[in-house]
């Protein structure tokens, strides 16, 4: 264990990977119960989404975890799915199978520009001070997600604002949120898992935590082959290219997913491994070898690359790497065997549903605020007196939360940059790659504008 996972060189501990994963795990398990309720809207069975959403979970983060030795969880992405099913089958008319298909287009997509080194590329070319916005802009992105998450904000005045605390999950959320502060400030280890236990069990009293109804495990099994392989029949990918008049939606469609779930995975990874050192100043340098995967980044990219196909075809949308892996490393994690850990539980719930998805958001909530405080940190590496940074790296950082997307935030922060730099006269400074992908956010801004 030590030898393969390098434990004492990464400087932790066997325990603290396992309580990182918990910890990982149980901030992100709510998308096996949400994943499902939403891609069945598009007709998908909900039992055969369910297996394929923690199977493509086990599979990606697995990879992730013996691959890469890096403590990152893969599972179906929020937003995506619901792009999949708001804007590609209800929006655009594509069925759920050709849906599917251009998602696994998508995933071969990014494995052949995770090969060609383009996505460690974008990395490099994302000058400092972008790369701290987008760091500190996860951090208030992961504790807007808790706060949503709860419905402690709510909006409906038709702006944001504090829910009225007239509920029991609101309460136990505060309760939750103190009792975790508390114990990292007092340097209790393990704190944010102890947190989120000891907040679970004080629901069950509070009527907060309760079983949920869910399909049994033979049942999501029985329904697993109407998704699995359904790209590979006359309904998936030959539909989908069987009318060319539709070919540049197609293509219009695949390229909205790609640069989505590409900027998600490299904002989560900027903005996590910078402030932590699991991506450190050596494996930057290793990333300058021309083949091979010579570093923890490159084979980081990889292992996420490979697990959107790999979703497509079990039946479900990208799977991305998740951006609550910051609660895991919030509490330790450093290599991969807290991902192994992640992917093990990932397993264990496909038999205990019920029991996983009785931990109330509530309970998780107050885990997501806290790790969110923690990375805002980075925000103090950006030379706010210099208005000139300071203008892209508001929007990098803001914008996220307030778009609820990491990759728009990234967008807005790569636009501004340009626009500041060319002002400035000082566009010849603007790296080519961040130039294209400035364009690409344009264009795709445009292309969905149109469609």
């Not at 997600?145 to 702006?159: A, E, H, P, Q, R």
Request: charged fraction near 10%; hydrophobic fraction near 55%; glycine fraction near 10%.
């Amino acid at each position: 264990m030590e030898k393969f996972f390098k434990l004492k060189e990464n400087g932790t501990t066997f325990s603290t990977e396992v309580v990182a994963g918990l910890t990982t795990f149980f901030t992100m398990a709510y998308i096996i119960a949400v994943n499902p309720s939403v891609l069945s809207q598009s007709g998908m069975e909900w039992g055969a989404v369910f297996l394929a959403t923690i199977i493509a979970s086990i599979i990606g983060t697995m990879v992730m975890g013996l691959f890469a030795n890096v403590p990152y969880a893969q599972a179906p992405g929020m937003g995506l799915n619901a792009f999949f099913v708001y804007t590609v089958c209800f929006g655009l008319g594509f069925t759920w199978q050709q849906a599917l298909s251009m998602v696994f287009i998508c995933g071969i997509f990014n494995i052949v520009i995770t090969v060609t080194k383009v996505r460690k590329s974008i990395i490099k070319a994302i000058p400092t001070s972008l790369q701290n916005a987008i760091g500190g802009g996860i951090g208030v992105f992961v504790a807007y997600i808790g706060l949503l998450n709860v419905g402690i904000i709510n909006f409906d005045s038709g702006v944001p604002a504090i829910a009225t605390l007239n509920q029991p999950a609101f309460w136990l959320f505060l309760i939750g949120l103190v009792l975790t502060i508390v114990l990292l400030v007092c340097n209790v280890k393990g704190a944010i898992l102890i947190g989120i236990v000891i907040t679970a069990l004080l629901g069950i009293p509070m009527g907060v935590t309760t079983t949920s109804d869910s399909v049994s495990f033979t049942e999501a099994c029985a329904a697993l082959p109407t998704t699995f392989g359904a790209i590979f029949t006359s309904e998936g990918l030959p539909s989908l290219f069987s009318d060319m008049a539709r070919l540049p939606l197609v293509l219009v469609t695949i390229f909205a997913f790609s640069i989505s779930d590409t900027f998600d995975t490299l904002g989560t990874f900027i903005g996590t491994g910078r402030r932590s050192g699991i991506f450190s100043a050596e494996d930057e340098k290793a990333m300058d070898s021309s083949s091979g995967f010579k570093s923890k980044m490159d084979k980081a990219l990889f292992a996420d690359a490979i697990a959107t196909s790999i979703g497509s075809i079990f039946g479900t949308s990208n799977t991305t790497t998740f951006v609550e892996s910051a609660s895991g490393i919030g509490a330790g994690g450093r290599t991969g065997l807290t991902s192994v850990v992640v992917a093990i539980c990932f397993a264990i719930s496909a038999f205990l549903a019920t029991f996983v998805s009785a931990i109330p958001s509530a309970a998780t909530a107050p885990a997501l605020v806290v790790v969110g405080i923690m990375m805002t940190s980075a925000f103090k590496e950006i030379q706010w007196e210099n208005f000139s940074e300071a203008v892209p790296a508001f929007f990098a950082g803001l914008f996220m939360a307030l778009c609820y997307s990491i990759s728009y935030g990234i967008a807005f922060g790569f636009i501004s940059y340009c626009i500041v730099k060319i002002c400035k006269k000082e566009a010849k400074g603007i790296h080519p790659i961040l130039w294209v992908a400035t364009l690409l956010f344009i264009l795709n801004f445009v292309l969905l504008a149109v469609i």
